[in-house]
């Protein structure tokens, strides 16, 4: 486990750190070249070893970790987050569809006794989850994070520990 592992305080490329994406894998210099790259979630890192910065380099959006000798930190640089104008459209995304489906509900609910009398209660329900789902996909793609791969490491720590 990486929590076992002592690492070097200062941030080199001959050492080995833990992976700030997945949290999972470990990162080490690539041969022959001048970047580093995770062993589980296959992301490559450029470094700046003099600000003991690792920036990733397979990303649209410049994030960015600082290494304090013994986890890495996130730097926040502009336009290195999502602001509130997309939080706020976000939000949109998934409530108005959901609110406009549920006020039809509402205004036209279905008689008592008809066998589909629940149908418009599901249907709001099933319009929340599925924008909620886009909108949860959407960020993860946003910041690549490897759903996938996290899901089968956590699988083989279950299974391993029991």
């Known amino acids: 486990m990486l929590k076992d592992k002592n690492f070097s305080d200062r941030f080199d490329s001959k050492g080995i750190y833990p992976c700030p994406v997945c949290r999972h894998g470990e990162i080490n210099s690539m041969p022959l070249m001048e970047t580093f790259a995770c062993n589980f979630c296959q ?37 290195a987050e999502l602001g509130w104008g997309y939080a706020i459209a976000g939000l949109v995304f998934v409530l108005l569809p959901t609110s406009i489906i549920g006020l039809g509900a509402y205004l036209f609910p279905p008689l008592p006794d008809s066998r589909l009398y629940l149908l418009p209660y599901i249907w709001t329900g099933l319009t929340f989850l599925s924008h909620l789902i886009c909108l949860i996909w959407l ?24």
């Open 43 to 79: 992301h490559i890192f450029t470094t700046n070893f003099d600000k003991q910065i690792l920036q990733m380099a397979d990303s649209q959006l410049p994030l960015s970790w600082r290494w304090n000798g013994k986890n890495w930190k996130g730097v926040q640089k502009e336009g």
């Open 139 to 162: 960020i993860l793609e946003y910041y690549q994070f490897p759903v996938f791969l996290y899901i089968r490491a956590l699988r083989r720590r279950i299974f391993a520990s029991s």
